[in-house]
């Protein structure tokens, strides 16, 4: 990573992940090149966070057909982001 938080002030996600999608490809050789944070156990997400969910997938795979978001706990998804080569923040 490069240490550094992206803040995309003012974008979606989903209008951020189809910006991203059009410049940088998905790397396939990667086992799950695309994760997201689910709900513990027992919760689910609300229906805004839902449909926040089905628009960054349906973004992504207007670059990416084969590629899935693979969903991660919270802890999971922290540890993996530390790792990660960018941190995206949008608002």
Known sequence: TTGQLV??????C????NAIG?????????????????????????????????LSKSA??????TAAFTPLDRMAFYDEARKAFAVVQCA
């Open 60 to 65: 992504m795979a207007a670059h990416c057909k």
């Open 22 to 54: 059009s410049v940088l490809p998905i790397d396939l050789f990667v086992e799950e090149p695309m994760r997201n944070m689910c709900p513990s156990p027992g919760l689910e997400l609300p229906p805004e966070g839902a449909e926040v969910l089905e």
């Open 14 to 17: 989903p209008d951020a992940l």
């Open 7 to 12: 803040v995309l002030a003012g974008v979606d």
